[in-house]
């Protein structure tokens, strides 16, 4: 049993105007308008290496147990750090996670939304 | 050993292994500037009272960055963080952070009766709390 069974990790994406705004305004509260893609515990733990990439050439905080958002004019530049990262990573599995990253921020390009990462 | 002990304790030996381990370094750095960047209006909680308020007797682990606290049904979690000093309370039935009361803070209702949703900052502020020093606990 691991401290994080059970816990639910999502990015969250704004559909339309409305879910942006309630994405921005919000958080997950009002989900009519947003986009939910749940993420397994074990893809984040593959995934340190990015996350820690984006903290710090985006200034973000990524981490369990909080919220942070990349902001529309960041989604590029981030998309740009995943892809770096994933062309590096050798191991499987993280592949497979940094995959699931990456198609969020692709997500999230694709509604001109900021990405919501629901931890 | 009291909660606040044991947390100590767990911060010590985490900040320790942090010499030979650069991911919980960085881990623990992003709890500390965190904390540095939102906390001026978080209150304060005695870790004792929140650990025997929602998860009495819970055996503590390290994970993450985390020092995590499972109640023995399973319904709420406490997350403190090791380089922050905060704590977060998590109702695994409610599926949010909840405030010391054990309050989902996502909603509130006005004086007339209509309910209103929370900003995120304000959630934010409602769900975070530092964690008293020991020498504050006595006061």
Known sequence: MNAFDNYPFFFYIGKDEQGISDLREYGEIYKEHLLQIPVEYQDINNSWDLIFALNERLSLLIDVCEDETIEVDTLPMALQIANGILEKEENTNKRASISKFIFAIKTAISYNSPLLIWW | ?139
């Open chain 2, 1 to 139: 050993m009291d909660a606040k002990t044991g947390y100590s304790t767990l911060v010590k030996g985490s900040k320790n292994a942090t010499a030979t381990n650069d991911d919980l370094n960085k881990k623990i750095s992003a709890g500390h500037n965190r904390k540095e960047m939102y906390s001026a209006n978080w209150t304060s909680v005695n870790i004792n009272t929140i650990v025997e308020q929602f998860t009495p007797k819970a055996t503590p682990e390290v994970v993450n960055g985390k020092v995590v606290y499972t109640s023995s049904d399973g319904r709420y979690k406490v997350f403190a963080d090791i380089g922050g000093g905060y704590l977060r309370i998590y109702d695994m039935k409610k599926r949010c952070y909840v405030d010391a009361f054990g309050n989902d803070v996502r909603n509130y209702t006005d004086s007339i009766g209509k309910q209103h949703g929370r900003s995120s900052s304000e959630q934010k502020v409602l769900t975070h709390f530092r964690i008293l020093k020991r020498e504050e606990m006595k006061k």
